[in-house]
């Protein structure tokens, strides 16, 4: 499980750690044994506390219920609940009492800094990624590091271990070289090239948004025009998912390694002159892990 | 601005408490699912819970918060 993987980053950030689910104590410590898990698994056997949060998934039980083929809930189905699990009797009776799986950032007086929940039932985010997105640093592992005239940056993965439907981010943490300027989003509408990953297609990854933080104007003065632009060190996130479909899942049961190609791009100023944009070729090598259908007895 | 008469503002209810009960029968009321809006949401106060965990330790929100903070997952199942 990835996120004992990254309890030693959490508990140095000050994070404490819970996962809850319907299980009982039974189960979860022969799964705590069998994967090695040091955090606290919560038995939450009648559902009480995932019904008191408002995250059931009350969505089989409209599957089957009077409102079946109602076009709504015949989405939500598809969308919520694995065909599996749905056209299986007995998975059926199990996913009953279920939350929609997610997590909840909290602050030291239980409040909501940030939520992650999933819209497609076969796609997770990493934990790495919710820390990235939270704010919380991790190490690096497997980051390429380059310097170019205008710029020093460090590119990694947030996983180097993936699986079906895991999504994860790229990361680029930029440090523009003294009074350089990096056009951020919003110049590609005066021509810029704005900075970004751009990363070749690839049959088992579906690249999505890209988070970028804020920006500052920037005034440059030889053509007297204002800019968006990154001045100061910043940090990009290029969201990716494992593709989860059925015929992908079928073409990744022979792959134990995901490479992802591209480059990094970007498009800078000093106080004088504006360079040419620039393409650094990039390259990710993620190890790819069949999915965990071990059941305890 | 002028009420209605008593007897037709009667009527109206009536016919809109018809149409209601067949708008329930008819499932056409019902909204999708929109898993952003559900449970706690940014700023909101997490309830608390008073649970076992794998070692039969009794976990609050209090005993799982680390000084800055918790990560709190929910997830479907260990078991499948």
Not at chain 1, 121 to 127: L, P, V
């Amino acid at each position: 499980m990835e996120l004992q993987d990254r309890i030693e980053e959490l508990t140095a950030a000050g994070i404490g750690i819970a996962a809850i689910s319907y299980d009982s104590e039974k189960i979860l410590a022969a799964f705590a044994e069998r994967r090695g898990i040091t955090f606290p698994l919560l038995s939450d056997d009648d559902s009480a506390v995932i019904k008191d949060y408002g995250i059931l998934n009350t969505v089989v039980a409209e599957g089957l219920g009077p409102n079946a083929n109602d076009p709504e809930v015949v989405a939500d189905v598809h969308r919520y609940v694995a065909a599996a699990v749905f056209d299986s009797p007995q998975l059926r009776r199990r996913i009953n009492g279920t939350p929609f799986p997610g997590t909840f950032m909290l602050d030291g007086n239980g409040q909501v800094t940030s939520r992650f929940f999933e819209e497609f039932y076969r796609e997770r985010a990493s934990t790495a990624t919710v820390m990235l997105k939270s704010g919380i640093g991790i190490s690096p592992i497997e980051a390429i590091q380059g310097t170019t005239a205008q710029l020093k940056f460090t590119a990694y993965p947030s996983d180097t271990i993936v699986t079906n439907g895991k999504r994860f981010s790229l990361v680029v943490e930029v440090e523009p070289g003294p009074n350089m300027h990096l056009y951020a989003p919003g110049a590609e509408a005066m021509g810029y090239r704005v900075v970004g990953f751009n990363m070749a297609a690839s049959e088992f990854v579906d690249y999505e948004a890209v988070e970028f933080p804020e920006s500052e104007i920037y005034h440059f003065e030889p053509l007297d025009e204002f800019v968006p632009a990154y001045q100061a060190p910043f940090t990009l996130l290029q969201e990716a998912v494992i593709n989860a479909s059925a015929e992908i899942e079928e073409q990744l049961e022979d792959i134990d390694v995901i490479t992802l190609s591209g480059s990094l791009d970007y498009q800078a100023c000093d106080d004088a002159i504006c360079y040419l944009p620039v393409s650094v070729p990039v390259s990710f090598t993620l190890e790819f892990q069949q999915l965990d259908y071990e059941r305890s007895n | 601005m002028t009420t209605l008469p008593a007897r037709l503002r009667i009527t109206t209810f009536f016919f809109l408490l018809l149409f209601s009960i067949s708008g329930l029968t008819t499932a056409q009321i019902r909204t999708a699912i929109d898993l952003h809006s559900l449970g706690p949401q940014v700023g909101e106060r997490v309830p608390g819970f008073r649970l076992p965990d794998q070692n039969g330790r009794i976990q609050t929100l209090e005993s799982i918060m680390g000084p800055n903070g918790a990560m709190l997952l929910f997830h479907r199942s260990a078991d499948w």
